[in-house]
């Protein structure tokens, strides 16, 4: 996938004293000028049709409702990021997922003080998503991570699922019926 | 003249559809001399191009083209625009089927005298009885390969019925095997074997698995008496002023409207679009849609008890690894109503992928209850249960005015609500498929809501009385004697069986019989 941009990036790529500027938020995903970046992973994501705090958002609230703690963030970044770009010229999408955003860091404010993808602990990220479960916003996310999630080829080996086999000869001696522990 | 044929030849016989039913009449019928032309709505591709991913195989061959839901089922909420998980492509659903071809039980062709009056169940007895039927069972089995027939050997078992099988005969069930299969398992009719590669559902790319597209419509075409057409969207069916059929119009593959001409036309576009096509033909003679004086056409929607179960254990399984429906339990399958219902149900493994197990797991789920079933996916083995449904006077299809196709016509909605029938079968099936998980050891059973529908039946049965129903026990429209109805919408009932091997045994007969008619010039 070509949508994480590397550290490495000349023109985007925070320098490390930016980098230890920004640490001391909550989690890996910090904001660096027009991107959302994970120092740990060594990636960012450039951010331009919608808030970068909007895509931090997105990612931590991605993460909120599939939680795999195997997987990467940059997974949960390459499942959002069609919102950066579907915002570029769909105004409906921008408005639905910049205003869910904006919902969702005013209960968080109210409850806890700081804005959505601040909240320090899942139990209580996850509990303000319950009370907008019903919602467009959040079901125009789920309904769309459940499938941008999981049909990423790189995270089939994580859960030990293969992909296609065809090319490689099927299973008929690759193990159809090796299961030993039966 | 050979094919391609004229469109104002008016001497053949056009068939909409080149699924289970459409392609083997088309094919039967070939063999036999008749020119038949199939229109298919879908494309046409080969066995190489088909893909071992689930969504790009589903933007390759699912019907996706607008449909409308309501009533309570669970498809309504979780996928309002997809009732219905079914092939838009030469050869149909075939191209998708997991490959189990099991006989109907004698009891289910007559389940209005064996079930009695059930409340809200709109029961009738298939004109057809089993004897009569079973000839051509016996025919379409050899046609297609079924495994554990014409002394064809059972498929091997895969990790997934291995799981399923140990469960099974641990809580007392006797009839557990690898099932019939129309997948050989030797080469056979010039297709090679299994080679267990699993993705069945995304179209066989070895070609062991039957369809209509790789092992029918081939041969018929061989004859120089069938013509299909691909990307030919069937729009209605004409008339004359007698009230005979005359020929259909249609969308052609470069977006322009045609009149094909035919002395019999047979409708197969599974059991949405074939009511559909009755319905949107509607004409001053015949204002409820044709073939429709009984108000049958598109009532009676089944679309069987189904459900699945999974089982996550603390080792491997790779459910994936093979043949996707790799084995059955049939001992469910009989009729035995101190159970707490009337019918039964089949077992059968089934595995999905990582991606459509996201999709199908819980629909609309989320967080950590969901995402743990998803971390044991590995681990995780895998079954489909498949039952007889009532048919329903209110589950239909009908035509929403509301909503328009491409060509302007009205898309088809489906109506659907479960009977009380089918919740106590699908709990039993759900408590009986977690009691095999857990008798060998799994650690976590979950029950999963049925998917889009895939066996969709009933929507212009078959009956004795023209008042009860749509056809006659050859398909022929009771109103309208050159207009036959070929597909799973003749059924009368579903029974408990996946519904393919009967829609095949029920075309071969038709072609009989069409064949008859046309040669003693009564139709």
Known sequence: ?182 | MAAPFDLNDDSVVVIVGSGAGGGTLGTELALKGVKVVILEAGKRHNMEDFVNNEWESFAQLAWTDMRTTSGSWRVHKNFPNLPAWIVKSVGGSTVHWAGASLRFQEHEFKTRATYGDIDGANLLDWPITLAELEPYYAKAEDRMGVTRTNGIPGLPGNNNFKVFEAGAKKIGYTEVSTGRMAINSQPRHDRGSCQQIGFCFQGCKSGAKWSTLIAEIPRGEATGNLEVRPESMVLKIEHDASGKATGVVYVDKDGKTQRQKARIVAVAGNSIESPRLLLNSASTMFPDGLANSSGEVGRNYMRHMTGSVYGIFEKPVHMYRGTTMAGIVRDEAGHDDKRGFVGGYEMETLSLGVPFMAAFLNPGGWGRSFTSAMDGYVNTAGLWIVGEDMPQETNRVTLNTEVKDKNGLPVANVHFDDHPNDIAMRNHAYRQGAAMYEAVGAVRTLPTPPYPSTHNLGTNRMSEKPRDGVVNKHGQTHDIPNLFVSDGSQFTTGGAENPTLTIVALAIRQADFIAGEMSRNTI
């Open chain 1, 1 to 182: 996938m070509t949508t994480v941009i590397d550290r490495g990036s000349p023109s985007r790529g925070p320098s490390r004293r930016t980098l230890l500027g920004l640490m001391g938020a909550t989690g890996a995903l910090m904001i660096s000028g027009l991107a959302v970046i994970n120092p740990r992973e060594a990636w960012g994501l450039e951010v331009t049709n919608l808030k970068p705090e909007t895509m931090r958002t997105l990612i931590v609230m991605a993460r909120d409702i599939y939680p795999h703690d195997k997987l990467a963030d940059r997974f949960y970044a390459i499942a959002m990021k069609p919102y950066e770009t579907g915002a570029a010229t769909d105004p409906a999408l921008k408005a639905l997922v910049e205003e869910g955003v904006i919902t969702l860091d005013t209960l968080a404010r109210a409850k806890h003080g700081v804005p959505y993808a601040d909240v320090g602990w899942e139990e209580q990220r996850v509990a303000i998503l319950r009370e907008i479960e019903e919602s467009a916003f959040f079901q125009k996310v789920r309904g769309g991570l459940v499938v941008s999630l999981y049909n990423q080829e790189e995270v089939w080996p994580v859960f030990g699922y293969e992909g296609a086999s065809a090319e490689k000869g099927g299973y008929i001696d690759r193990g159809f019926s090796d299961i030993s522990w039966l």
